[in-house]
């Protein structure tokens, strides 16, 4: 079975910046596209980034265009969310998850993801 164990959470003022890890288990890392999905208390759970399996292909909601990148490195089974100019409304648990897939847009839809992280807490005050 996969596993996802995510890393970098923590407490950081507005306008700062965080950069959150994620290792993946498996011995076939470059089968899955990678995505980070958020969940703010009250609220359901959000799509933020996502990027396939080579790399070459990028996804992000619109509330952190520009302030967020995803990348990954494939010879050591990471994923990373560069999280910059943090927001109160960026507040919420993290969340890592895989999907097997070999195309250039992979789903921005929690339910289509197989495999995920426990969470780690991002905390952004005013």
């Known amino acids: 079975q996969v596993q996802l164990v995510e890393s970098g959470g923590g407490l950081v003022q507005a306008g700062g910046s965080l950069r959150l890890s994620c290792a993946h288990s498996?011995?076939?890392?470059?089968?899955?596209?990678m995505g980070w999905f958020r969940q703010a208390q009250g609220h359901d759970r959000e799509f933020v980034a996502t990027?396939?399996?080579?790399?070459?292909?990028?996804y992000y909601t619109d509330s952190v265009k520009g302030r967020f990148t995803i990348s990954r490195d494939n010879a050591k089974n990471m994923v990373y969310l560069q999280m910059n100019n943090l927001k109160p409304e960026d507040t919420a648990v993290y969340y890592c998850?895989?999907?097997?897939?070999?195309?250039?847009?992979?789903?921005?839809?929690?339910?289509?993801?197989?495999?995920w992280g426990q969470g780690t807490q991002v905390t952004v005050s005013s």
């Open positions: 998850a895989a999907l097997e897939y070999y195309g250039t847009r992979p789903s921005d839809k929690a339910s289509d993801y197989t495999d």
């Open positions: 498996g011995r076939t890392f470059t089968r899955y596209a």
């Open positions: 990027i396939t399996r080579g790399a070459l292909y990028t």
